[in-house]
């Protein structure tokens, strides 16, 4: 099924609105040749369009060349009149819904609408888009904003609640573009102006916290690939790990928003559009074209059919995540927040197609990814990658939860009073433990491994070695163990060199932990000239402070706890990794040219947070 979600209709008329409603440059039609017509804003040409607009024919016919089973349409934003009188715009939302039903009732099943709104009235958009719903809209297009109003205004925050509440699907088209008397020329307001609005609602969106608020079931998506940004997003994401200003207030760092919205694939760029699905994610890619406007995509669904994604990937950006957006999946909205097993592989698998235990967890590309060097192929060589690989799995994990307890912490920073995010944190050390644990103890399965075993491929691994384990130095640097000298076994990889640059500059786990005892008011300000063994002793005087107050800050001594836990169970991972290096090859040199286990030894002595440590020192003084 592939369903192009983002195109639009022009009626082939309706009443003057000028003259309806008594005032000027109102959008009207100007037939100029049969099949052809001129959009016009009272007395100014606005653009050219032809009658695919306004003729189902004719749109059915260009379906059929470009294999799109289904269009949802939607009207032009230059009819959204969120600057009129609500009255007026009410009026004419009405007219253009039921001009859009009208056109789909002669599309043979194959055409569906968005509605619009009076978006600059919220009680009057939630009663159009109510009636509309039930007249068989599929969902509503709104304008980026309203005036001077950003989507994150509480008003429109208030109508996107309704839009969940009535299962509606959400478009949000860029319009009214920012910045126009600088770019009276060259389409710049389209090409330059647009982007950047649709990137400013999302934006907005996320740091306004507004996502926190919203229910998880809104379906909501932004035309033209989310505009700038997916291309902005670790930009963004620098300025909310580095300048509390830019925090807002969402609770979490932008990233983590990024299964709350859709964007559609009108990018018209291949390398623009692998780009959007590696940020977004596949399933959050839907055919967006444009059509039948002169900046749509000329053949529909040409990019994406195009692409070097898997056919999977291409399945669900043709239709299948169209299907879920637009509640056509045989359910009303997407995420009960249920979280049993079936809702989240329903969620998962959006197309006609059901879902399978294989499809939802990729089995058959996970079973592909062992691919031993030896040959003829040495028994042991497929334990040793499994092993490796379930150990990277886990680092992934560890990742995961260890930034959001980063997130947690500065949230619980920047709101002393408030116990939720020390709880989160708390909580999700606690995971991180367990796995850790878990780590811990699977050395053991490696070690069913004779040492000649390892021999007989040993040295087809060269140089490849636990050094370049680009995850197990990420949480390292995370947890705030910084060595940049260990970036130099990442240079043959790039991006994961460019990652740990990235995991260097970030806040770490550690410093994150004692700012929010300084928000606590645990630690206090040391002179600029105090030296690193002082500020070493004030972070260790504030922990035994809390200790010493377990009535205030049970809390925060449960998180201290598990950092500690955290830490020594890291130590014990280190000390089994060295027991199997030694087990395996006695005190030979590694395949990353160390000196093995006698190197391996030194890095025993390396703790996260060593003032944890030295407040139990402290403690019984
Ligand atoms: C037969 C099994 C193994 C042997 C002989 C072995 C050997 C070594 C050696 C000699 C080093 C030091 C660097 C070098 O010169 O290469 C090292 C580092 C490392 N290995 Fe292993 N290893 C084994 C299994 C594992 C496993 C299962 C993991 C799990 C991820 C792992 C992860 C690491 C990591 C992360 C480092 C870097 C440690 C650091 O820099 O502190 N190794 N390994």
């Known amino acids: 099924m592939v369903i192009d979600i983002h195109n639009h209709f022009f009626p082939a008329a309706w009443p003057d609105l000028a003259e309806r409603y008594a005032t000027p440059n109102w959008p009207w039609i100007k037939h100029t040749e049969p099949g052809k017509a001129d959009i016009m804003v009272g007395e100014r040409f606005f653009r050219h369009i032809y009658s695919a607009c306004w003729d189902p024919d004719v749109r059915l016919e260009e379906m059929n060349r470009d294999s799109v089973e289904m269009q949802v349409i939607s009207a032009t934003p230059v009819l959204f009149a969120y600057d009129r009188p609500v009255e007026h715009a009410l009026d004419c939302a009405r007219l253009f819904n039921d001009a859009a039903l009208e056109i789909c009732g002669r599309g043979k099943g194959r055409l569906k609408s968005l509605c619009q709104v009076p978006l600059q009235d919220i009680d009057a958009a939630c009663a159009e888009l109510s009636r509309s719903m039930r007249a068989g809209h599929l969902g509503v297009q709104i304008g980026n904003h309203v005036g001077e109003k950003n ?151 040409a990019l994406i059919r195009g692409s070097r994604l898997s056919r999977q990937a291409k399945e669900q950006l043709l239709g299948g995540n169209a299907q879920r957006f637009l509640g056509l999946d045989g359910k009303a909205s997407e995420t009960k927040a249920s979280g049993d097993a079936t809702s989240a592989a329903e969620l998962a698998h959006p197309t006609g197609e059901q879902l399978t235990y294989s499809s939802y967890l990729k089995i058959p590309e996970l079973l592909e990814l062992q691919q031993p060097q030896s040959s003829p192929q040495h028994h042991d060589e497929l334990l040793f990658i499994i092993v490796h690989q379930t150990y990277e799995l886990w680092f992934k994990e560890l990742l995961h939860d260890l930034d959001a307890v980063v997130a947690n912490l500065q949230a619980a920073g920047a709101h002393p009073g408030s116990r939720d995010e020390v709880y989160e944190a708390a909580r999700l050390l606690r995971r991180c433990t367990e796995i850790t644990r878990v780590l811990v103890e699977q050395f053991t399965i490696l070690e069913t491994m004779l040492p000649t075993h390892f021999l007989a491929f040993r040295d087809k691994l060269e140089p490849a070695s636990g050094f370049q384990s680009e995850q197990f130095r990420e949480l390292e640097f995370l947890c705030g163990l910084k060595d940049e000298k260990m970036l130099r076994y990442h240079k043959p990889t790039p991006e994961a060199h460019a990652q740990l640059e990235r995991r260097l500059r970030d806040p770490s786990l550690h410093h994150v932990f004692f700012e929010a005892l300084r928000g606590l008011g645990k ?22 402070a809390l200790y010493q107050d377990d009535r205030h800050h049970r809390d925060w001594i449960d998180v201290c706890e598990r950092l500690t836990e955290f830490d020594e169970l890291v130590v014990s991972w280190r000390l089994r990794h060295i027991q199997l290096v030694e087990r395996t090859i006695g005190v030979n040199m590694g395949t990353g040219g160390s000196t093995g286990a006698s190197y391996l030894k030194l890095t025993l002595e390396k703790k996260f947070f060593p003032e944890l440590w030295e407040a139990r020192t402290l403690l019984m003084k």
């Open 523 to 544: 630690l206090a300000a040391l002179p600029e000239t105090a030296t690193e063994r002082e500020r070493f002793d004030a972070r260790a005087r504030a922990v035994q």
């Open 151 to 301: 989507l994150d205004d509480p008003g429109i925050v208030t109508f996107l609640h309704h839009c969940a509440d009535e299962g509606a699907a959400v478009l949000v088209h860029p319009w009214d573009m920012m910045g126009q008397t600088r770019m009276p020329n060259y389409m710049m307001p389209w090409t330059v102006g647009m982007p950047a609005e649709t990137q400013l609602s999302v934006v907005a969106l996320i740091l306004s916290g507004a996502f926190d608020k919203l229910p998880e079931n809104l379906r909501i998506c932004f035309a033209h690939g989310g505009g700038s940004f997916a291309f902005l997003l670790g930009r963004l994401e620098n300025a909310w790990h580095h300048h509390p200003v830019a925090h807002g207030a969402c609770q979490f760092p932008p990233s983590h928003y990024l299964n709350r919205f859709y964007v559609d694939s009108a990018v018209f760029d291949q390398h623009a559009l692998q780009f959007l699905v590696a940020t977004m994610g596949d399933d959050r890619v839907m055919l967006g074209s444009d059509y039948p406007f002169p900046l749509g995509e000329e053949r529909v669904g």
